[in-house]
């Protein structure tokens, strides 16, 4: 079992900046690779961002493309999505979960195993 808990969400304005970081209970999250969801009211639940294990590769959805970037830090078992540039469609609630190693489309939900509780975003206009 892992245990993830997301923070650092809030209120801001469109053009404005969050850090959103996600602490796991075990040391052994450092051997997964670690994906952001968000999912906005009434809309099914998207594919934002992912790293790997290592940290040395990411891949991002197009819609978040050069605002976005995924980070980790291994040694304290914390993943991070520095957001820039956020617009009033950035707004959601935003999941991180851990990939499956037996799962390889790292797009799709059911990728992932062991999912945080959320945090809210909201971008004002």
């Known amino acids: 079992q892992v245990q993830l808990v997301e923070s650092g969400g809030g209120l801001v304005q469109a053009g404005g900046s969050l850090r959103l970081s996600c602490a796991a209970s075990?040391?052994?999250?450092?051997?997964?690779?670690v994906a952001w969801f968000r999912q906005a009211p009434g809309k099914e639940r998207d594919f934002v961002a992912r790293?790997?294990?290592?940290?040395?590769?990411?891949d991002y959805a197009d819609s978040v493309k050069g605002r976005f970037t995924i980070s980790r830090d291994n040694a304290k078992n914390t993943v991070y999505l520095q957001m820039n540039s956020l617009k009033p469609e950035d707004t959601a609630v935003y999941y991180c979960?851990?990939?499956?190693?037996?799962?390889?489309?790292?797009?799709?939900?059911?990728?992932?195993?062991?999912w945080g509780q959320g945090t809210q975003v909201t971008v004002s206009s």
């Open positions: 979960a851990t990939q499956s190693p037996y799962a390889s489309d790292y797009l799709a939900r059911t990728a992932y195993n062991y």
């Open positions: 075990r040391r052994t999250f450092s051997s997964f690779a």
């Open positions: 790293i790997n294990w290592s940290g040395g590769s990411t």
